[in-house]
């Protein structure tokens, strides 16, 4: 079958909670309909509003195309979680191969983070924050291109992978000590990470 190129179908430019709910289950249903080769893209100008748990697991040779703005709505009390209370991530990756998170035009990925900060609310959730992009188990990852800006938690949380680079990513987190990328990486082979600005530097680490 011939691979499609897939623009994501959600209503943009709605900030309510019900408009979140439901780009959030038709973004979760859009992955899971993809095959091997399909790209999907979030288009330029465009903001869709989105609550977490984004879950997407067996992607191969994928690439999703973050033109336009992703923003996490910040209803902490309606945010999913499992059994135990804990808080599901924004978007989490699971056993996926090939795939490619990039964009062209300066893609957004924000976790409405300010929300979730501060000594009041740390006191009242501490540590049981949602991670903007966590990746697990998976193998051959480029992300690239892309503003993470406001992460409640983590920013990127990658384990468990063999084969990834991050390249010419932002970081803008008004809390963080270090605009960069929090990467646990237990296991991770092949790691590579580059920063552009003044004095592009890699380091690499396998």
Not at 79 to 94: I, T, Y
Request: with cysteine.
């Amino acid at each position: 079958a011939e691979s499609a190129v897939i623009t994501f179908a959600g209503k943009a430019g709605d900030r309510s909670l019900d408009t979140a709910w439901r780009n959030g289950a038709l973004l979760n249903s859009t992955l899971r309909t993809l095959k091997p080769g399909d790209e999907l893209i979030f288009p330029q100008n465009t903001t869709f509003y989105l609550m977490g748990g984004i879950m997407a697991s067996n992607l191969r040779n994928n690439v999703l195309h973050f033109e336009g703005t992703l923003v996490f709505v910040a209803h902490l009390d309606s945010w999913p979680r499992l059994a135990d209370g804990s808080v599901l991530e924004c978007m989490h990756f699971e056993n996926i191969d090939n795939v490619t998170f990039t964009s062209a035009a300066g893609g957004v990925i924000d976790g409405g983070g300010e929300a979730w900060w501060g000594i009041i609310k740390y006191l009242e959730i501490q540590e049981n924050r949602p991670r903007l992009l966590s990746i697990g188990n998976s193998r051959n990852l480029l992300v690239e291109n892309i503003l993470f800006r406001q992460s409640p938690y983590w920013t990127v949380w990658i384990y468990n992978v063999d084969g990834l680079e991050i390249r010419y990513c932002q970081v803008s987190n008004r809390r963080d000590d270090y605009d960069g990328h929090d990467i646990y990486n237990p296991g991770t082979l092949g790691f590579k990470l580059r920063r552009g600005g003044g004095g592009e530097r890699e380091e690499v680490s396998a």
